[in-house]
């Protein structure tokens, strides 16, 4: 039971002053938000990345992690810290061995190099059938982090569901977030998503989840091509930037300095970089009358692939002048493997109103 004596509110079970709103308004540290990654994640935040398996969470995860621990953005336009911080990556999927494989890379010479890591990022998991929250919770007290990142959430299960467990260390690290001031990350798979973008729906039961993040955004692609596309789906922070109508659009590839993630475009941050691909694939449509089947086999590309990448162009995207990395986004057509339509799960639902064959 709280009293209120000589205008000052007391909290009695607590010993000591509860805090007016009005003097929260006035603390000047509150209303700076500094940026992690961009308007997906800040400082001080629970942020949870989602999308189906393998579709790069994962290297995108790690290469956040390695910008954040130089203290350098991935690309220019996106904010990020320019200090170095100190990260844990709790890695739950790969094991060392395979870690290893993904972050070396034959160079010219013919010799296997490997990626060379900050030293602010420890790489680490609990041992086999430890307690992930009470490990987690213990690194943090013994290390001085500014950052936990957790990969992932889909192999957090005692049960066939699953959800209970994972909700358990999700609040966990809510937890740690609040009282450490730590930033966290949580990678969750999500089930494939088919011709429409990923939504929390493909969460799932695990779509409860996102009610106890701060930031929740997903990465989505396009059938039998590299391109990626980060989108937020809630933001607690503010209004969503990167939307729908405005997604981060990448390809997975080696980056400059050697480390496989994502490559993003050169553009306008506020009229985000349209991969050419689908100008591309609009003039064929729309100039040159070309089917989608027909499209489709051209670039060599399933025919819902294309319809997919036709969809997402929009009236103002002409008139944008984008200076984009051509080599990032450009589809090798020998890499392109020959895409059976016949076999293609999505082509029979996307009839194409000018295609009889």
Known sequence: MSNVTNNTINDTAAGKPLRRACDLMKTPEIEKREMLFDEFWTKGELAILFGEAGIGKSLLAMQLADALTRGRPIVEYLKMPETPLRVLYVDLVLNDAQFCRRYKREAGDGEIRAYEFSENL???????GADVAEWIRNAVDAN???IVIVDDLSVVSDTDDGTRERLRLLLELRKLSRVHGLSVLVLADSIPSGYELTTEAALRRGRVLCNYADSVFTIDGLDETDFRMIVQTRSSGGDRFWTENNRLYARVSHSASGLLGLVFPKCDREKNGLPDQILRIKELRDENKMTFRDIAEYLELSKSSVHRLYSMWKPDMDDVEVEE??????VDEEEVEEVDE???EYDDDLEDPDDSS
Do not use: F, M
């Open 342 to 344: 016949e076999d293609d």
């Open 144 to 146: 001085p982090l500014d």
């Open 122 to 128: 420890i790489y680490d998991r609990p041992p086999e």
């Open 325 to 330: 990395d051509d080599e990032a986004y450009e």
